[in-house]
Each structure stands twice: as structure tokens, then as C-alpha cells.
């Protein structure tokens, strides 16, 4: 018997903007996500700019979706992924991230003790980051439309004056970095789906960077880029630096950081982990001259402990991406051109 036989589910009528609506709303995403902001209860977040001026001089806005399955997984939950995937595209972009959005796309039936932790461990992740969510849209569809629960968010941060960070600053001779392990995510899902038949449990990577990200910033003068890798995994940020700066990239295989049960995964499915997902780590181009002192940085914080120098930034050939294997030859990582891993993230 599934938890959806014996506990109480959500309705279309939770979606229907009338009093069982406005239940919902109230006694679990208002109180869950209570702040000044939100208490309002207006259709918009009103955000004093005066506050947002002190921190910065631009704002950064990013939004994304989420449609994982499982909505539970070891090391978090789709509420949690959302919060932090967000959070992230801010962080790497330089931004201190201060608001989040949230839209929840519910499916008819889905358990409500399933949505109600979902969004306690999102206010908890909200909370670890010092974000407040301050506005959101709730929608309940039939069921078969939307496998079980989708969530949006949407998030606003500020630059500090002077932060300046993009893929088209990468330059021949900086140094590449990530912040730990690679793959992590993406082998515990398929993991938690049960179809690898592996009784070994490991957790996803996911995790909240700003607070790493403001460390090496406020270390390091020369870092040109930085961005979180999660769908498509290092192999595609890497892409997008050489595609925007019009260099190439060279990896050094010997470096790579992979746990060994992400690797027994990789080797079991023909897969490589530099295409496998982490919700929780980051890739960061840097001059040449401060790249110890960045992985200094990096790994005298939590998020980053285990982070190295993994390849280097060449002259060309333009967009391409190279590995220099153990035994000294090198090969092109190319992108995948089918379906990688489906709802990892």
C-alpha cells in the first residue's frame, strides 16, 4: 500500500484559489517561509532599494526549475535543490543572494506529509543560506501532469562595485579549478531510483557556495570565471568558457577528483563523471599566479575542502576541450548529443 493510500493527499481544490486554497497556502508555505515580506501577503515582494544599494551596485536575477525524481533523495530533496540551485547561480555570478521566488506545480495526489517536509526542508535551506523567500504562486494540476511536483524559483542578489566575472575573461595561461568531487549528484540519484541493483547508499553533493564563492573573491584579485556544475557536469561549463572566450581547455586526467563509487557507476553505464551532474561544487578559472593561493581559499572552507587544480586555460584551438590522459596523449571531451541522465535536477 503507497503512502497516498493511507494519508491525506492534495486536491484540485488546494489549487483552485477558494477556501481549501487558501488553507494551504497559509498553514503550510506562509508559515514555513514566514518573513516581514512575505506576511504581506500581497501579489508582489516589495524590496527596499536603499538596502539593496548598501550591498552593491547591480543586481543579479536568475530563475530556475526543478523536476527531479525522486523528490527525496540522500543529501536533500527537490525543496532543498531549489533553494540551492538558485542560490548558486547567483553565487557564481558574484552576487550576495538575499530573495528567492517560489511556484509549486503539484500533482492531484500527491501525499501531503511528502509536500509539508519538502517545504520545511526548503525553509531550512532557505535559513542555512540567510535567503528569505519572499513570494510565490501555488498550482495543483490532474493527475498524470506533472510527476508529482515542480518547483520554480526565481532569486535576486547583488555585486559588490568592481566584481567582475564572466566566461569571456578567461585568458591563455589562467589555471582551471573545481571545488571537490565530481558527479556526486548525479550518481546518487540514479542510485535512490534503485535500478543500479547497488546496496551502497552515498549522498548528493548539495550544498549552498556563496559563502565559498565571498572567500575567494576576497582572497584572490584574478579570478576570470566561475560557474556551478550541474546539468551536463564539467564538461559542459568547460564548453561554455572556451566557446565564449574563444580559447580551449585542457584537463589533466590524473587530477580529476572522483569518488570510487561515482567511478564503479561511471564504469558500469560506459558514462563519465566530468558529464554527471553536482548540485553542489563549482568550476573556477583563475590567473596563473593566484592559483594556489585560490585553492588555498577554497579549501580552507567547508564547501571546498576537497578542491584542485584540475587543467589549464590554452591559446586554442578555439571552443575545444582536451584531456591529457596518464599515459601523456591527449583526446577531445566533446558534449553528448542524446539524453544524458533523465530529472537529475
Known amino acids: 500500500?503507497?503512502?497516498?493510500?493511507?494519508?491525506?493527499?492534495?486536491?484540485?481544490?488546494?489549487?483552485?484559489?477558494?477556501?481549501?486554497?487558501?488553507?494551504?497556502?497559509?498553514?503550510?508555505?506562509?508559515?514555513?517561509?514566514?518573513?516581514?515580506?512575505?506576511?504581506?501577503?500581497?501579489?508582489?515582494?516589495r524590496l527596499d532599494l536603499s538596502a539593496l544599494q548598501a550591498v552593491g551596485d547591480r543586481l543579479a536575477f536568475a530563475t530556475d526549475s526543478y523536476v527531479i525524481q525522486p523528490l527525496e533523495f540522500p543529501g536533500g530533496d527537490i525543496g532543498r535543490l531549489a533553494?540551492?540551485?538558485?542560490?548558486?547561480?547567483?553565487?557564481?555570478?558574484?552576487?550576495r543572494p538575499l530573495f528567492l521566488s517560489c511556484a509549486f506545480i503539484i500533482e492531484e495526489g500527491l501525499p501531503l506529509p511528502l509536500l509539508q517536509r519538502i517545504v520545511r526542508s526548503m525553509a531550512d535551506a532557505a535559513r542555512e543560506a540567510g535567503v528569505k523567500i519572499v513570494t510565490g504562486d501555488t498550482k495543483v494540476v490532474p493527475r498524470g501532469q506533472a510527476d508529482g511536483l515542480f518547483i520554480n524559483t526565481s532569486g535576486v542578489g547583488v555585486i559588490p562595485k568592481g566584481c567582475e566575472l564572466a566566461a569571456t575573461r578567461c585568458r591563455p595561461g589562467d589555471a582551471v579549478?573545481?571545488?571537490?568531487?565530481?558527479?556526486?549528484?548525479?550518481?546518487?540519484?540514479?542510485?535512490?531510483?534503485?535500478?543500479?541493483?547497488?546496496?551502497?547508499?552515498?549522498?548528493?553533493?548539495?550544498?549552498?557556495?556563496?559563502?565559498?564563492?565571498?572567500?575567494?573573491?576576497?582572497?584572490?584579485?584574478?579570478?576570470?570565471?566561475?560557474?556551478?556544475?550541474?546539468?551536463?557536469?564539467v564538461a559542459a561549463v568547460l564548453h561554455e568558457f572556451a566557446q565564449a572566450s574563444a580559447c580551449s581547455m585542457r584537463l589533466f586526467e590524473a587530477a580529476l577528483p572522483v569518488r570510487p563509487e561515482v567511478r564503479g557507476v561511471c564504469e558500469l553505464l560506459g558514462l563519465?563523471?566530468?558529464?554527471?551532474?553536482?548540485?553542489?561544487?563549482?568550476?573556477?578559472?583563475?590567473?596563473?599566479?593566484q592559483a594556489q593561493a585560490l585553492l588555498a581559499a577554497m579549501q580552507a572552507h567547508p564547501a571546498g575542502h576537497e578542491a584542485c587544480i584540475i587543467g589549464e586555460v590554452l591559446a586554442g584551438p578555439a571552443g575545444q576541450v582536451q584531456i591529457l590522459t596518464g599515459m601523456g596523449s591527449e583526446r577531445l571531451l566533446d558534449l553528448p548529443t542524446g539524453e544524458l541522465l533523465p530529472r537529475i535536477c
Not at 481549501?20 to 508582489?44: G, I, S, W
Not at 551532474?277 to 568550476?283: D, T
Open 1 to 45: 500500500m503507497s503512502e497516498s493510500d493511507t494519508v491525506p493527499c492534495i486536491t484540485l481544490a488546494q489549487g483552485a484559489g477558494g477556501a481549501a486554497m487558501r488553507q494551504l497556502v497559509e498553514t503550510l508555505f506562509a508559515e514555513a517561509f514566514d518573513n516581514p515580506y512575505l506576511a504581506k501577503m500581497e501579489d508582489q515582494a
Open 83 to 95: 533553494v540551492n540551485g538558485t542560490v548558486n547561480d547567483l553565487a557564481v555570478g558574484g552576487a
Open 177 to 233: 579549478l573545481v571545488s571537490g568531487t565530481l558527479g556526486d549528484h548525479g550518481a546518487a540519484i540514479l542510485n535512490a531510483r534503485g535500478e543500479l541493483g547497488l546496496e551502497s547508499q552515498w549522498s548528493s553533493d548539495c550544498q549552498p557556495l556563496h559563502g565559498l564563492v565571498e572567500q575567494m573573491l576576497a582572497r584572490c584579485s584574478q579570478v576570470r570565471a566561475l560557474r556551478d556544475a550541474t546539468r551536463g557536469g
Open 272 to 289: 563519465d563523471a566530468l558529464h554527471f551532474a553536482n548540485e553542489g561544487k563549482l568550476v573556477a578559472v583563475v590567473a596563473a599566479e
